[in-house]
């Protein structure tokens, strides 16, 4: 997304952007996501809930998010919803397919299947796909973010922020289908006891469960709610349909008396039946990346910026270090700032 954006911006500044794809389709993940672009309700609640975080990077969306969403308006997006549907956050949700045409046309010069040599603005989507191979864990994202404009950062001689471990992690069933990311998710954690294959509970999760998900043993684990959860609503489901939807995909559903342990004494486990859910971690966006300032500019060990160099999106680290925040918001925000800067 935020590649596409910064084209946006560029083009309006009177430059002629190109957009190097790597993939056989615009839009990177941004495509495939729940279209959600948010901020927390205040720079302290996004201070508390990414602790590790750059306060600068942080305050940069805080303060231009809603100015970025009008500008998305401007540009013939109209969004699908006004609201978050969550009271800890703000912001809008676009239909994906529709928000990737409409920047697709307005970026002007979109090459697909061209992964960049040379740019003066990376947007390639972090380090997702390869983080999932290396730590052995499923991918919940584009495929084709791999690094590379890290990589090329580093080459340019960008330093790197700290949490290059951390991911936004989601549970999955199984591995599913690019277009079953959002609808296979299984996201009831609060819900439920999670427990690992010894049968140990591995303890409650953040709203957002990216913590959670994020510690599973293994990359793995057993949801185990009763029948008050299954009739708890998550959005504009239930848990009960989130259980079905994980056996729809082929997921490991069962009554939890056929788990290979007894279960733990829990005041979440009070109705039966009992139903067992297996989980596993999926990545859908790295965390750590370049180091940037609140300008875009890629920064040197010694924190000066590297001639030329701009980042922005998931290439870019320090903003939600420590915690989760909305990855769209940092692509709007950051991709727009990453043109401005580069053409001032
Ligand atoms: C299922 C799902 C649901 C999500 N829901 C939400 C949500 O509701 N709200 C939210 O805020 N976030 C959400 N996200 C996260 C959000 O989509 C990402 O944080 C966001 O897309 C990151 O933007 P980006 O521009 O950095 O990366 P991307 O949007 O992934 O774009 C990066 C692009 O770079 C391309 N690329 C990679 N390498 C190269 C190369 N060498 N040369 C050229 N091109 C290259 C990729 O193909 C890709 O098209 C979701 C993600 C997923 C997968």
Same mark, same amino acid.
């Given at each position: 997304m ?9 083009r309006e500044?009177?430059?002629a952007?190109?957009?190097?794809e790597k993939?056989n ?6 495509l ?5 672009v948010?901020?927390?309700n205040?720079?302290?609640d996004?201070?508390a ?9 942080q ?12 500008w998305?308006e401007s540009?013939g997006?109209?969004?699908v ?6 009271p800890l956050?703000?912001g ?12 697709v046309r307005?970026?002007g ?7 960049f040599?040379?740019?003066q603005? /990376? ?5 997702g796909?390869? /983080?999932?191979?290396q730590r052995?864990?499923? /991918?919940?994202?584009?495929?084709w973010?791999?690094?590379d404009g890290l990589?090329y ?13 951390q ?9 599913v ?6 609808s296979?998710?299984?996201i009831?954690?609060r ?7 010894e049968?140990f509970?591995?303890?409650e999760?953040?709203?957002?469960e ?19 959860a299954?009739?708890?609503?998550v959005q ?8 079905d939807?994980?056996?729809a ?5 069962r009554?939890?008396?056929?788990l290979?342990f ?5 005041p979440? /486990? ?13 990545v859908?966006?790295?965390i750590?990346?370049?180091?940037i ?14 001639a030329?160099?701009h ?5 870019a680290?320090g903003?939600?270090?420590g915690?989760?925040?909305?990855g769209?918001?940092?692509a709007l ?5 990453a ?6």
């Amino acid at each position: 997304m935020a590649g596409l954006v910064a084209a946006v911006r560029a083009r309006e500044f009177g430059a002629a952007p190109v957009v190097l794809e790597k993939g056989n389709r615009p839009g990177g993940s941004m495509l495939l996501s729940s279209g959600v672009v948010w901020r927390h309700n205040s720079l302290w609640d996004f201070r508390a809930e990414c602790p590790d975080g750059d306060l600068d990077l942080q305050r940069r969306i805080i303060e231009e998010l809603d100015t970025a969403l009008d500008w998305l308006e401007s540009l013939g997006v109209e969004p699908v919803a006004r609201e978050t549907g969550n009271p800890l956050t703000v912001g809008r949700r676009y239909d994906t397919r529709i928000l990737t045409d409409v920047l697709v046309r307005a970026a002007g010069d979109v090459r697909l299947e061209e992964p960049f040599h040379e740019a003066q603005i /990376l947007a390639t989507g972090g380090f997702g796909a390869r /983080l999932a191979r290396q730590r052995g864990l499923l /991918l919940r994202a584009n495929e084709w973010s791999e690094g590379d404009g890290l990589e090329y950062g580093v080459v340019r001689g960008a330093s790197l922020t700290d949490g290059l471990d951390q991911f936004y992690g989601r549970a999955l069933p199984r591995g599913v289908d690019e277009s079953d990311y959002v609808s296979a998710a299984q996201i009831y954690a609060r819900h439920a006891v999670v427990l690992d294959d010894e049968g140990f509970d591995l303890g409650e999760a953040a709203w957002h469960e990216s913590d959670l998900v994020q510690r599973l043993p293994g990359g793995q684990a057993w949801y185990v709610v009763d029948a008050r959860a299954l009739r708890q609503p998550v959005q504009e489901r239930t848990v009960a349909d989130l259980v079905d939807a994980a056996r729809a995909a082929g997921g490991d559903v069962r009554p939890a008396a056929e788990l290979p342990f007894a279960l733990p004494e829990s005041p979440k /486990l009070v109705e039966p039946p009992f139903v067992a859910v297996r989980v596993l971690a999926a990545v859908t966006h790295t965390i750590g990346g370049l180091r940037i300032d609140e300008h875009a500019r890629v920064l040197d060990e010694d924190r000066r910026p590297v001639a030329g160099l701009h980042a922005a999106g998931a290439d870019a680290g320090g903003i939600f270090t420590g915690g989760y925040g909305s990855g769209l918001a940092a692509a709007l925000v950051y991709g727009r700032i990453a043109a401005e800067t580069a053409l001032s």
